[in-house]
C-alpha cells in the first residue's frame, strides 16, 4: 500500500504510560523503552508531564498519528509490533511524520528535514552501553540546541552532528543535501576519526583538536558542541548513579583523569555561554560526576 493512499494524518495526543513491568513504547524512537522517561523531556514530540510535572509521571506525547488506525491502549510490545508492522507494510515511515501529508501541506522545514535523515542515518545504531538508540543523543543535542538559539540551521545541523563522524554519509552529501551553512557546522563538529589507528590511541588527540578549532569559532558553533557535551554528560550522569565512578570502562578513554580534563576543557571553551541553562546544568552534572576525583586532584596538589 502506498503511503498515504488510504489514510490521512491528524494531530494527536497520548499518556506514554508504562506496562505492568515499568516498560513503555516510545514511538519516536521505534522501541520499548525501560524505566524512566530520560529522554521525554528533550524530545521534539514532548506535550509535557500529564499530572505533577515529574519524572515520575507519564508524559503527554504529541504525534501525528493516522486517525482510521487509532485504537484502544496496547502493552508496549504490541504497540512496537503495532508500528513495525505498519512500516512494512509501506503505510507510515520509520520515524513519525511531523506534518499533515495532504495538498495543503506546507513544505518540511529545514528541521524536520534534518530530523528524518538523522534517524535513516543512525538506523541500528545504540548509544554507547546501552540499548537505546542512538538517535535519542542527536535528538536531545537539537533540543539543547534550540533552547539557545532560533536559528533553524544551527538547530538543523545539531541533529545532524554526528551522521558524518559516525556513518558512511559525507560532508558532501550533507551539503548537497541541506546546503554550506549547515554542512559547516556539521564538519565543524565532526572530529578527524583516523580510522587506521586504534581510538585509544587517538583519542587525546582528536579531543585536542576540536578545542583547538572552537576556541575561537561562533557562538553558534560552541552551543552545539555545548548541547552535545550536555547530553552526553547527562547520559554520563544516569549511569554515574547507578554504577559509580565504573562509568568510564565502557569508553575508548577509561582513564577518568583524562575524561575530567577534557569535559572541563570543553567548559573553557564555550563559557561565553555562562549565562545559559544548558552552561550551568552542565557544570552542575562536572561537579557531580567529578565530585570525588575533583577532592583527590586537590589532595594530590
Not at 543535542?141 to 533552547?147: C, F, I, K
Request: aromatic share 10%.
Amino acid at each position: 500500500m502506498e503511503k498515504n493512499s488510504n489514510l490521512h494524518y491528524v494531530l494527536t495526543s497520548h499518556v506514554a504510560e508504562r506496562g505492568s513491568d515499568g516498560q513503555y513504547y516510545c514511538r519516536a524512537l521505534q522501541t520499548v523503552m525501560v524505566g524512566a522517561y530520560c529522554y521525554c523531556t528533550s524530545c521534539p514530540l514532548f506535550g509535557g508531564f500529564s499530572q505533577f510535572g515529574n519524572m515520575e509521571e507519564e508524559p503527554e506525547c504529541w504525534y501525528y498519528d493516522m486517525e482510521e488506525m487509532q485504537e484502544e491502549k496496547r502493552l508496549p510490545e504490541e504497540q512496537e509490533m503495532r508500528t513495525a508492522g505498519l512500516i512494512l507494510a509501506g503505510i507510515m515511515g520509520e520515524f513519525p511524520d511531523y506534518l499533515p501529508q495532504d495538498e495543503t501541506a506546507r513544505p518540511f522545514s529545514v528541521i524536520e528535514r534534518a530530523i528524518q535523515y538523522a534517524a535513516e542515518a543512525h538506523k541500528g545504531a545504540v548509544r554507547k552501553g546501552s540499548l537505546v538508540p542512538y538517535i535519542a543523543h542527536p535528538m536531545e543535542t537539537m533540543m539543547l540546541v534550540a533552547s539557545m538559539t532560533n536559528d533553524n540551521e544551527v538547530i538543523a545541523a545539531a541533529a545532524l552532528h554526528d551522521v558524518v563522524e559516525d556513518t558512511p554519509i559525507t560532508i558532501e552529501e550533507i551539503e548537497a543535501e541541506f546546503g554550506q551553512k549547515i554542512a559547516f557546522y556539521v564538519a565543524h563538529e565532526s572530529e578527524n576519526k583516523r580510522e587506521d589507528r586504534p581510538k585509544s590511541e587517538t583519542w587525546k588527540i582528536r579531543k585536542q583538536e576540536q578545542l583547538e578549532k572552537t576556541k575561537d569559532a561562533s557562538r553558534s558553533v560552541k552551543c552545539i558542541m555545548l548541547a552535545d557535551k550536555l547530553s552526553n554528560m547527562r547520559a554520563s550522569l544516569r549511569d554515574f548513579k547507578r554504577d559509580g565512578r565504573a562509568i568510564w570502562q565502557k569508553f575508548n578513554m577509561k582513564d577518568e583523569k583524562e575524561q575530567y580534563w577534557y569535559y572541563h576543557a570543553v567548559a573553557d571553551v564555550v563559557k561565553e555561554l555562562a549565562d545559559t541553562p544548558c552552561y550551568q546544568e552542565y557544570i552542575s552534572i562536572l561537579d557531580i560526576v567529578f565530585h570525588d576525583l575533583d577532592e583527590e586532584m586537590t589532595r594530590d596538589l
